[in-house]
């Protein structure tokens, strides 16, 4: 049976009869998001159809998962705000082991705009500042109500048809930004490798990668800051020239010479170390150091993350001067009046992409430089 087969059945299966399936919008593990046609209010929503084994271990008397209780519980309890994707109705059927996430429909996702003649033929500066800063406004309304979202991506980023208006979508991996425990850790498997923050990857290295180290928990401490990371990759994404490959990621470890698998932590690392500036990388050398010394894997006696990870730093290329060159002689022919919008973004840009935590612009800071007068919208 075909996909919109199957869902309007599990649709009319949990008594849903008045929507009306269009077509399919996108899909991950656990889930698939479809445009639907609401027959009682004559309006096109798009619903997000989730389906899970039913867990008797842990979770509760029902069985849903975690993830699943997760996903809903912070969606639902999302206040409203423009620029975060509202939930208008959740159905829950608990017997077929599935539930609906109604939402309002979007155009469609960032990622299939930048590849749209829209984007690559006609869009200026201005247009990626006003896009940025109502990310920036989302992620902030986000921050400030104690969530981290763990998966800012393009994929996970809305716009109108015309790349107008972004809506912060996906909450699947989002997790209370400041948990009552502050011995609390989180895991580090989280946010798409490609945009996922150094101290993440540096933790997932050091923790032996998950690869059944018995010392290994995958858990580490973070919080809001790694989604900054993840605008700015994005950032980046939007500024750069689009090659003509598949991968239009800021940091993709395909692009190293790393020879372990591309696709690897490591990988991701490397080229995170070989594009950032030379200040960035004596940091990022120096917080792999201290990580590796506080998580007991190197004696303090060898305060060296060189030689702890000696093949990830040993290069002398930093591409940071040529990627900025690159962006500035992408955009030099815009009209004069777009030039103040390009400084605004290479201004903010490197603070997005600081190594340090602690030394990374907040959501806050990043829209008062973008020249955007701070309301308090918790
Ligand atoms: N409200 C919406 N309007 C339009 N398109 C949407 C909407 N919600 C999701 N989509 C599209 O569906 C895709 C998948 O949605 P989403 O990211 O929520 O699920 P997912 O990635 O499958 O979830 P998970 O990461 O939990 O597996 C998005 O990348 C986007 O293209
Ligand atoms: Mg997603």
Redesign the pocket.
Known sequence: MKSLEKFSCALRDAGCHYYTPIRK?????????Y?VHDDTRSRQV?I?H?FYKVNNDDDNDEGVPSWVIR?IAIHKNIKSHPHI?PLLRLILDLERHQCFLV???????L??FLQTDTFLMSWQTQRIQQLLVELLLGVQHLHCNNIVHR?LTP??I?VDNDGGRVRI??F??SRSAFPVDTDSKYTNKVVALLYRAPELLIHKILDGGGSGDEASSNKSHYSTEIDMWSVGCILGEMLLPIQQTEDTAFFNGKDTAYVENPLSTKAQLKCIYTTLSVQEQQCLRRRTATTAMLMGRVAPIHLKATDYFTRLFESEVSLWRDKIATIRRKWINQAPRQQPSLDKLMEVFPLLLRCDPRARVNARDALTRMGENQQVNE
Do not use: H
């Open positions: 919008l996108g899909s991950g593990s656990f889930a698939k998001v445009l798009a997000k989730l996903e994707i939402m309002e429909a979007a155009g469609m996702s990622e299939t998966d994929a996970n809305l979508a996906d699947g991996l």
